[in-house]
């Protein structure tokens, strides 16, 4: 089967298949580029939490010694 867009012919093979520019693709595709970047910043504090961690328990340590 044969799938005529505006955009674009796509082939069919018993898949379903949606154009590159339906609006749905569109909204998905912007909301994996914002979890995405949340992601990144979530990644972002976890490696501030752990160095801030580690320094506290170097502190901790000189403090002990």
Do not use: F, W, Y
Not at 14 to 37: F, N, R, Y
Not at 38 to 53: D, H, I, P, R
């Amino acid at each position: 089967m044969v799938i005529e867009t505006s955009e674009r012919v796509i082939e069919d093979k018993g898949k379903v298949v949606a154009s590159e520019h339906d609006p749905l693709v569109l909204m998905l595709q912007e909301q994996l580029l914002t979890q995405k970047a949340e992601q990144e910043l979530l990644k972002e504090e976890v490696n501030n939490l752990t160095e801030s961690q580690h320094q506290l328990i170097k502190t901790q340590e000189d403090m002990n010694s």
